[in-house]
């Protein structure tokens, strides 16, 4: 199977190209060798590699400037996936898309399923859904909605809580948003189950298994780090509410996702979030990379 992955120096861009099945014949191509918002590069690369898929990993993520920076953010997250899926069923290849929980307002009180009401709060959501409902219009597509993507590459709140508290005295920490937590790898690992089951289409759910708010991965964050001496000394962690941490744009209160249908479908399980936040620290850690 050819597969061409879009975004692929992002970080879960990186975990797919890691966690690639040794049967694929894998096409990376990151911002630069492909941008997905030109339309006839994307035409050009497709009709040049004619892969049996793509994975597009490649996506604005910057939430809050989506707020100012709209235009762009519905440009990337949405009519270049829509172009996607047209070159995609043009040369018979299936979309695997990758969208989020901030599709969702978060006044839930049960985990999302794939069909939950989805009503954005931001421009970043509300681009993604845009997105979303563009690559379905590809008979082929899978939509897989993920929820604080986590690596050890690039910037997350994993490797942002880190930094801070290296170089902070006190953090400040919102705990009244609740959500899973996703490993880049894990959902890696998913992307590559989809690629491989041509009967999957339609949208998706993956995380870890579990929810914390920010505060409370922020201090799980801490004392894993601190058991693999990856942090020497512990920095104050204050929790505060949404209102006391103003932000340009508004996140969901509520949005861990029930991933129970994907679990069923691939015939896997959610490992706790806890577990995969150790084991990606055991690499860093492995690899001395702080
Ligand atoms: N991160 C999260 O917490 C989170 C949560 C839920 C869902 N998701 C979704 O997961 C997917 C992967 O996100 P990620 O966490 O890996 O984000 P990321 O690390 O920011 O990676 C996104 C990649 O897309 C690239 N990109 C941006 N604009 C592009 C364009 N026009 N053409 C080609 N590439 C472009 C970026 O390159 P540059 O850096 O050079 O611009 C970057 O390498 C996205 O669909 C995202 O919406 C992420």
């Known amino acids: 199977m050819r597969a061409l992955i879009t975004g692929s120096g992002g970080q879960l861009g990186l975990e ?4 690639a099945p040794s049967t694929i014949e894998l096409i990376p191509l990151d911002h630069t060798a492909l941008d997905i918002a030109d339309e006839g590069a994307v035409r050009r690369s497709v009709a040049e590699h004619t892969p049996d898929v793509i994975i597009n990993a490649a996506a604005y993520t910057d939430v809050d400037r989506a707020e100012r920076e709209w235009d762009a ?6 009519d270049a996936v829509g172009n996607l899926a047209l070159r995609a069923t043009e040369v018979g290849a299936r979309l695997i898309h990758v969208s989020t929980d901030f599709v969702f307002d978060g006044t839930a009180t049960e985990p999302y399923r794939p069909d939950s009401e989805s009503n954005p709060l931001s421009e970043y959501g509300a681009s993604k859904l845009e997105g979303e409902a563009q690559a379905l219009e590809s008979a082929a597509a899978i939509v897989v909605r993920a929820s604080r993507v986590f690596s050890s590459h690039g910037d997350n709140f994993v490797t942002g809580m880190l930094r801070q508290m290296l170089e902070q005295d006190e953090l400040t920490v919102v705990d009244d948003q609740v959500g899973s937590p996703t490993w880049a790898q894990g959902l890696a690992e998913v992307l590559w189950r989809c690629a491989e089951r041509a009967d999957l289409a339609g949208i998706w759910h993956w995380s870890d298994g579990g929810s914390c708010t920010w505060y409370q991965w922020a201090r799980t964050i801490q004392q894993q780090a601190l058991d693999r001496g990856l942090l020497e000394r512990i920095v104050p962690i204050r929790a505060v509410s949404t209102a006391e941490y103003p932000t340009a744009a508004a996140r969901p209160a509520f949005s861990v996702l029930d991933s129970s249908a994907t679990c069923t479908a ?17 690499q860093m850690a492995d690899s001395a990379s702080l």
């Open 16 to 19: 797919l190209i890691e966690a």
């Open 73 to 78: 953010a519905w440009s990337i997250n949405g």
């Open 266 to 282: 691939l015939a896997i399980q959610q490992v706790p979030w806890e577990d995969t936040l150790g084991t990606m620290l055991d």
